[in-house]
């Protein structure tokens, strides 16, 4: 189990969100990861503490272990593929989504809204946007069929009231809208930040605080957040990321390439 | 071209397969007569995925030789989908995500095509992408699926979906067309003369898109004998009846990756990425003219790309055989 050793005091905002994001992990799960953070938190967790846990890429590969300092550009290079237990096809890896064997789906968020809803599309409107954005790649499809935790940076900017374009559903209006739409399983789970970790009240699906990082207060989450936001009844205070913790992420990506 | 029907008739697409030369003949090429195969105004599919496996001899020999209108579609578009739209050899893409990759930001090249409605950039969910070239590969007119529900991806591509209500459950579905591109263009470790490919590592959706495709140009990294495929047939993926033309291309994917034999070429893409944000018109004409239109011949690009960065990729390449 978790070896606790002293808390570092010097930390980078995505070392800080790839720790939070790891700890959201449980031992056997199988985690569909995208690049950077999301990839990261995971082989945190099945370094430190969750040994038996699978990690998806989207490019194909089931389970496999990145080699330190040769983190993949994208899911879908060879880097991906080191010593997995299998490479399928693209459709085939994504359908195990639709299939059911997913835990968790995880990935990064350029905008999202109170209900969860990510946007990797447009900034402005789809018709005349201010900026097009890469798309939605498989977000729509893991959004759309597991259970989702999001890490991404706090800013009033990327925490809107409604996202201007729905790529990856999240609760969509709140309540069963989700369900309603045609998508009875799944949904947004937990979002990590560098001030918080926010879930989503069960009822109105509204995302609301948990827990609050070491020295944040409520206040400055709110300032950081364009819309109102719940906190829920009891708020923790998250432990700082550790040393032991640390010293992975640094062995795993020596050059900063996600983590400076 | 008049204006196609989303989906191809069965009875047009069996008849066009039945038109085909399927027996088992030699066709190897050069890239330039691979070209001529691609007609203006065709639905080109593209393999690999991001910066892997990717097409890249072939892409240049298309966008040397000025083709048109053509409609691409890929799983996820990068470098190639900026010199399609730069070129003006497309103005419509069919993706997933478009973007030279994560670790180099928004592609500007893309921005500056869409925002100014110079070219389309027509987005799907990668899942979905997938399943319409596999509708296609299996000869069915859609494939029903459970994504793009309640988002506004769906909503985007309303006219090309149909949502319904599943007759055995009453779930609501979604129903994708198939896709049946004119050509795929796809590149390979290994084949023979006939087309009988081998390839190595992540397959993305190559093998449906072959299936799905009219037309299949294949480039590899080498030509084997069939005496050699026949020894490992369980590793063949795509079979020569599919396949319309073989060209040679070793390092066909660069500045790409080509799973075992090379990674990508970060050096070059670096430099690639920066020239195209500075000025995404002017950034990637100097590169066309530097790397495509300039070169003689393909191995006349290789050498411009550089002895040190094609050793550096090779030796990076071959570390996955080295756990």
New interface residues.
Partial sequence: MTKHTKPSSTFTTSELLAVMASRLMTNGQVVFAGIGVPLLAATLAQRLFAPQLTILFEGGTIGPFIVPGELPPSTNEQRCTRRSNMVLPITDVLLLLQRGYVDIGFMGGAQIDRFGNLNSSFIGDAENPKIRLPGTGGGNDISSLTNMIVAMKHEKRRFVADVDFITSPGWLKGGGTRKDSGLPQGGMWRVVTDLAIMGFDDETRQMKVLGLHHGVTREQVQENTGFELKFDGKIETTAPPRADELAVLRELDPRALYTA | MGIEPLVKSYSALRHETLTRDRGLREKVMTLEEAAKLVHDGDHVAIGG????RTPIAMVWALIRARKRDLVISR??TSTEGDLFFASEVSKHVI?????Q???WG??KV??HH??NKLAR?E??????I??R??AGAMGIPFMP?????????GK?VKDEIK?MDCPFTG????LLPALNPDIALIHVQRCDAFGNAQLD????????MAMAANKVILTTERIVSNDQIRRTPDRTRIPFFTVDAVVEAPFGCAPH?C??LY??F?THLDHYAKISSQDPVKGPQQYLEEFYYGPKSWPDYLAKLGMDALLDASRR?R??HN?
Avoid: A, N
Avoid at chain 2, 95 to 99: D, E, L, V
Avoid at chain 2, 145 to 153: F, I, Q
């Fill in positions: 995925c991001t910066v892997s799983s996820i993706t997933s995500w478009f973007t990759g994560i670790v928004v592609s893309m921005r869409t925002e950039f987005e799907w969910s990668h899942m979905s997938g399943l070239y596999r699926s459970r994504t793009m529900l309640g988002s506004d991806v985007q949502v779930e609501k579905i979604v590592g992540l397959q993305f959706m190559d093998i449906d990756e799973y075992g990674e990508p970060f390449g570390s996955v756990d």
